[in-house]
């Protein structure tokens, strides 16, 4: 009976309590616009916490509401059913490539948005006051109509810690795959590991590679059509189980789960390269707060394939719902984001690119810049290797198994065609 | 009393020498686990992924828990949770144990029918039955609503409680109820006075688990509670975590970890009283 | 009375799993991109979706992978939670503590717990184990790659079913609880050993026991999912993949690549299958270990 009793109890509790905490759905105060924004960002990444912020002074000054909803990466598995099922999402961000082709159908054009002028745009359009490169290849990404606003780029390239290099005595970054064994030989001797990956990147690592010995093209047809029976894949094969033996890559790269490659070899200082985005300064900051960066593109291979001038790079950007009600307010956020005093902030907290025209690149990522001006031939994310979740997997198993010295090369080459 | 006495028995005791060493190292090597994480939130992220993490060279770096508290609303996830948690527990037990009594004890048509239905419930995963929900829920506004939540978090975990509780009615002598009907109590009576305390020990067991289970759920809370004055520990833990992968802040996040973890931790320790009570109570009964 | 008792219930199940099931289990059968897609865009292809399914590599391994969790994880979990359970109850000290304690993984967020292995446990550089085999002197052992590609699930089994145990046992402690305790002394009294007690008493009366647990442990395995994300967190990897994972992949799209291509009526297949597996096993579980009623 008294169990009963405190059953009651408990309930009629819960029941005085709750109306305290409704009010989880808030109307809007009367006449107010409110901008709603799921963003790829979590909150307390530098990001998310500078946009925040932002939003508070773009309501102050404007008197426009924005509420942004911190999805975090997740926003790639939530975003889609949301949008569907007809939720109020007026811009969302992510990826260039993603935006524009998986969620293409969804966004609204903006073409005649970025060539007014804004407040923030000292009187010229949009378009006139930020990186035209960037303008350019989203135009591109949107098969030649702006329908997204890019902010953040990055490229992916080889990072690499320049004490180290200078430890080993390393004057020059090397260009040819002759000059990368050496350098990856005189480290060793200095007593570093040259390169390392982790599962996260595997992917990249053998696409770059593909690309280097069997050119953009074939390396794409592979990836998309889970064919590898190419003379590429077996000297893959031969050349890093080579330095697997050789120690020119870390035998953790076959057991690293995300991020321990970039947490605890490059951040601890054991490693001195890792072909990543250029995002990775900012990633272990924390760890590593005084690390020396340095990038340069992954080298040529062999004359079949891409030189320097294949790489990846892109850069994060927004995109407004087609469906939305208030496209006006929501293009003037994204551009009080990108222009002005918000777009230093931003970029500053997260060691990334301002947007406004001539802006200069960190410190950190600064080479990249370089490679990304010298690139003829984009690449897409991974050389396309993440396309089929088969070949993902496939190659992180195999790749993991050759530098382990569980397969050598012709076996690599076999388990890759099965 | 016949309990006491084997407890105090030597015999029993040295016999029992092989337990001990198993479940001792069982309970250390659970102790060094959940240790480290109090350990690592301390530290910074250096320190964690080193050799010195046991040194606190750097000290102790309480501010982990400072910046994990403010730049995360941990009071409002909690609380929050704490609502959600409560009154979907008890709501569940009001509903799934008339229905598991009912189905244990009395023969109609249809009635093993229903129990293979709660128990495919159990094996249908929630990704199954989130999206057509979804669908439904935005149609109608009802996302980001607490009742909602609370509605989804009891259905999902009637089917286990009542399928779990079948086996508790099951087992009770039915020399209750003809005594019951004997003295003249209504069926329903019967089953709130004398039945239901009866499987106590069942009730209580189960609604831990519940109570862990809807605490830590963490997919439907977010697809269905993403907005933050909504969202429950669960969900505010993995955006913590996720967030501060990208950010390299280590310490900070197992300073969230603990934070999220010691309330249920302590809720925990309460509650087990309460099991081991059920438990003993049941027994002096036998 | 009957219908008033079952009432709720059923409701809570008609709205939560019929309705859905119904819907998911129909869309299976129909070439689905998008999950809120509305029924008139979607086209009937049969088994198609079936086919598609087992025709890829990884959706394989994940089946593959989930059976090995269910048969050698299940094993090893059950013979360590009825090992401990029958222990803590037959007079251990501190039983109620060793109890808590034994429990207290299952409490703590599996994000938590998975965190926790996998940065410190299985640290080949500066984990538990290292330290441990390097304090033995056993240098090779203390180096072992815990996540590389040969041991990484098995890994990841472990660390999962040592959350588990915790669970079991308590649903076995429950249950031995409830044996009278007049049969246990009844023997004592008559010179049984702890063996003889064991086989001959509580083991008859864990049978319904055995089947909850069993059932909850197929449940379990077919869910099994965050331990997958956690071993492999960025994208699919063969040795950690389960049915679920594959499935969150082709429903919500890759989280990786930036082309992601979606089949939500596979996905569907998918989440028809795990039920069928489930049903299976409660089936199964119910003619083999049959639950007659104790007599008293």
């Excluded at chain 1, 301002?354 to 031939?377: L, R």
């Excluded at chain 3, 059976?67 to 501190?94: D, E, P, Y």
Aim: with cysteine; charged share 15%; proline share 4%.
């Amino acid at each position: 009976m008294k169990k009963k009793g405190m059953v009651v109890a408990l309930l009629v509790l819960a029941v005085i309590v709750t109306p305290l905490f409704a009010g989880g759905s808030a109307e809007d105060a009367a006449g107010k616009k409110t901008v709603t924004y799921w963003s790829m960002w979590n909150e307390a990444e530098p990001q998310g916490l500078v946009m925040a912020e932002a939003a508070e002074a773009f309501e102050e000054e404007t008197g426009i509401a924005v509420e942004i909803v911190f999805n975090g990466r997740e926003i790639r598995k939530t975003l889609q059913p949301a949008l569907d099922a007809g939720e109020t999402i007026d811009i969302f961000d992510e990826d260039i490539s993603r935006v524009n082709s998986t969620w293409g159908e969804y966004l609204l054009p903006l073409e005649e948005y970025v060539s007014k002028s804004y407040p923030t745009t000292g009187g010229e359009s949009y378009s006139d006051a930020v990186s035209t490169a960037l303008i350019d290849l989203a135009r591109q990404a949107g098969g030649g109509t702006l329908k997204t606003a890019p902010y953040q780029p990055f490229a992916f390239v080889v990072m690499y810690n320049k004490d180290h290099f200078n430890k080993a005595g390393i004057t020059e970054t090397p260009k040819t795959w002759t000059e990368f064994e050496n350098v990856c030989a005189k480290l060793v001797q200095a007593g570093i590991t040259p390169i390392t990956v982790d599962d996260a990147y595997m992917a990249a690592f053998f696409g770059y590679n593909m690309a280097r010995l069997a050119g953009y093209e074939r390396t794409l047809e592979m990836a998309n059509n889970n064919e590898f029976n190419d003379p590429a894949v077996l000297e893959f094969g031969k050349i890093w189980s080579d330095f697997a033996k050789k120690g020119y890559i870390s035998k953790k790269a076959a057991s690293n789960i995300y991020p321990a490659g970039q947490i605890e070899e490059i951040a601890a200082g054991k490693v001195a390269m890792y072909l990543n985005g250029t995002w990775l300064p900012n990633e272990i900051k924390g760890n590593a707060p005084n690390f020396n960066w340095g990038a340069f593109a992954w080298p040529e291979m062999g004359p079949n394939g891409n030189g320097t001038e294949a790489n990846n790079y892109g850069a994060q950007c927004f995109g407004i719902n087609a469906n939305s009600q208030v496209p006006d307010e929501a293009f003037q956020f994204i551009v009080y984001l990108t222009t002005g005093e918000w777009d230093s902030k931003l970029a500053k907290e997260s060691l990334g690119v301002p947007m406004g025209k001539n802006s200069t690149w960190p410190k950190q990522t600064a080479e990249a810049k370089t490679i990304i001006d010298n690139t003829t031939t984009w690449m897409t994310w991974a050389a396309g290797m993440e396309n089929l979740a088969d070949v993902n997997a496939k190659i992180k198993e195999n790749f993991s198994k050759l530098i382990l010295g569980s397969l050598n090369a012709e076996q690599f080459y076999a388990a890759m065609n099965k | 009393m016949a309990k006491k006495l084997r407890s105090l028995d030597h015999h029993t005791q040295v016999r029992l020498i092989p337990s001990y060493v198993l479940v001792v190292t069982w309970v250390i090597f659970t102790f060094v686990l959940i240790g480290w994480v109090f350990f690592a939130s301390f530290s910074t992220s250096q320190e964690i992924f080193s050799d010195s993490m046991f040194k606190f060279e750097s000290g102790f770096h309480f501010e982990n828990y400072i910046r994990a508290w403010n730049t995360q609303k941990v009071s409002v996830y909690f609380m929050n949770s704490l609502m959600y948690t409560v009154v979907s527990c008890t709501s569940i037990i009001l509903i799934a144990s008339p229905a598991a009594y009912v189905l244990s004890r009395f023969k109609f048509r249809g009635n093993l029918s229903i129990q293979s239905l709660l128990a495919s419930a159990l094996g249908i995963p929630a990704i199954m039955i989130v999206m057509p929900l979804f669908s439904l829920v935005s149609r109608l506004r009802l996302t980001n609503n607490r009742w909602l939540l609370i509605f989804l978090y009891i259905a999902m975990n009637v089917p286990f409680t009542t399928f779990f509780l079948l086996a508790f009615f099951k087992s009770l002598s039915t020399t209750y109820e003809e005594a019951a009907y004997i003295d003249g109590c209504s069926p329903m009576g019967t089953f709130w006075r004398i039945m239901f305390p009866l499987v106590q020990p069942g009730i209580i067991t189960v609604t831990v688990f519940n109570f862990i289970t809807i605490w830590n759920e963490y997919f439907m809370s977010m697809i269905f509670a993403n907005k933050p004055k909504v969202r429950p520990v669960s969900v505010g833990l993995f955006n913590m975590i996720q967030a501060m992968r990208y950010t390299g802040d280590w310490g900070g996040m197992f300073a969230s970890v603990v934070i999220v973890f010691l309330p249920t931790f302590l809720l925990y320790i309460f509650l087990s009283e309460r099991i081991i009570q059920g438990v003993t109570a049941g027994a002096i009964k036998g | 009375m009957i219908i008033i008792f079952l009432t709720p219930a059923m409701i809570c199940y008609l709205l939560v799993f019929l309705y859905p099931s119904i819907r998911t289990t129909i869309m299976s059968f129909f070439a689905v991109e998008s999950v809120s897609d509305p029924i008139s865009t979607w086209s009937f292809n049969g088994l198609e979706n079936y086919r598609t399914l087992f025709n890829t590599a990884i959706f394989r391994q994940s089946m593959r992978n989930i059976a090995n969790i269910w048969l050698v994880g299940g094993i090893g979990v059950m013979v360590t939670a009825l090992f401990f359970a029958v222990s803590l109850t037959n007079g251990m000290k501190f039983s109620k503590f060793f109890r808590s304690v034994i429990y207290l993984p299952n409490v703590v967020s599996a994000i938590a717990m998975g965190t926790m292995w996998i940065n410190y446990v299985y640290n080949s550089s500066y984990g538990l184990l290292h330290d441990i085999f390097a304090t033995l002197g056993m240098t090779t052992l203390s180096e072992t790659l815990w996540t590389g590609p040969d041991k990484l699930f098995w890994s990841m089994l472990v660390a999962y079913s040592f959350g588990m145990v915790g669970y079991h046992m308590l649903i076995f402690m429950a249950s031995i609880e409830q044996i009278p305790k007049d049969y246990m002394e009844a023997a004592q009294i008559e010179g049984a050993n702890v063996f003889q007690r064991f086989f001959h008493i509580t083991l008859p009366f864990l049978r319904g026991c055995f089947r909850t647990n069993i059932v909850m442990w197929t449940v379990f395995t077919v869910a099994f999912f965050v331990w997958g994300q956690l071993f492999s967190p960025v994208n699919l990897s063969n040795a950690t993949v389960a049915p679920m994972n594959y499935m969150y992949e082709i429903v919500f799209g890759s989280s990786a690549s930036t082309t992601t291509v979606r089949d939500s009526g596979a996905g569907a297949a998918v989440g028809v299958i795990m039920m069928i597996i489930v049903i299976i096993a409660f089936s199964a579980t119910n003619l083999i270990v049959k639950n007659d009623d104790v007599e008293l």
